[in-house]
């Protein structure tokens, strides 16, 4: 069975500050990895998605996630935050033969002026 | 429809009793999630349905819980005798069937469920 852990529960960056939220995996195959976004009173929006080919993967809003089998990662970044990014997200990884998606978490990310 | 439906948004109940949620997939979508959202914390698995597969109810926290796929579409999830620790977002998803999941997974809404 797969599993996620995010070990940051709470991150808090300045605006225009660089931002890397951390994201470890466990799964005995190749995963496909996703990083999801939710404001708050919102839903989930899909910001980037990993399943094969270049390890680096660019996304919505400026993000980017990079990963790295040999460390079971799939951290997500950006180079400049904006206020707007405050949110919470979550990193979740799926089976490659079942599809079965499961979350990690969450990390909490506030943005200060 | 358009995108994944959840019906309803919003539900306060009395400790004790049944409630049915229910979510209306992406039409043509074989697999159906239901994930469960608490004050604070992550997104908890409950449900997966895939196509005419057995349903993996690995998550379902106990058995007050129960959820059914009916024609391969339309998906309903039961508590029973509602605990105040039921009190959570209920989160529905749907995708193009695991060999399909290149086009990712789409989110419903959420429905609120408040048990006084």
């Known amino acids: 069975a797969q599993s996620v852990t995010q070990p940051d529960i709470h991150i808090t960056v300045s605006e225009g500050a660089s931002l890397e939220l951390r994201c470890n995996y466990s799964?005995?195959?190749?995963?496909?990895l996703f990083w999801y976004v939710q404001s708050p009173g919102q839903g989930l929006q899909l910001l980037l998605k990993y399943f094969s080919g270049d390890t680096l993967v660019q996304g919505i809003k400026g993000f980017e996630a990079e990963f790295k089998r040999s460390q079971s990662s799939f951290n997500l970044r950006k180079p400049s935050v904006h206020w707007s990014d405050a949110a919470e997200y979550f990193c979740?990884?799926?089976?490659?033969?079942?599809?079965?998606?499961?979350f990690g978490q969450g990390t909490t990310l506030q943005v200060k002026p | 429809g358009a995108g994944v439906s959840q019906s309803p948004s919003n539900k306060v109940t009395e400790k004790g009793k049944d409630v049915e949620l229910r979510c209306d997939p992406i039409?043509?979508?074989?697999?159906l999630y239901w994930y469960r959202q608490s004050l604070g914390q992550g997104l908890e698995f409950l449900i997966y349905?895939?196509?005419?597969?057995?349903?993996?109810k690995s998550g379902l926290p106990s058995d007050r819980f129960s959820a059914e796929r009916t024609g391969g579409s339309v998906s309903t999830l039961t508590i029973q005798r509602t605990q105040q620790e039921d009190s959570a977002v209920y989160l529905c998803?749907?995708?193009?069937?695991?060999?399909?999941?290149?086009?990712?997974?789409?989110f419903g809404s959420g429905t609120r469920l408040t048990v006084v």
């Open positions: 349905f895939q196509g005419n597969s057995a349903p993996d």
């Open positions: 039409s043509g979508h074989t697999a």
């Open positions: 799964y005995g195959a190749t995963p496909y």
């Open positions: 998803a749907s995708s193009s069937g695991y060999r399909g999941i290149n086009y990712g997974y789409t």
């Open positions: 979740a990884v799926a089976a490659s033969n079942t599809g079965k998606l499961i």
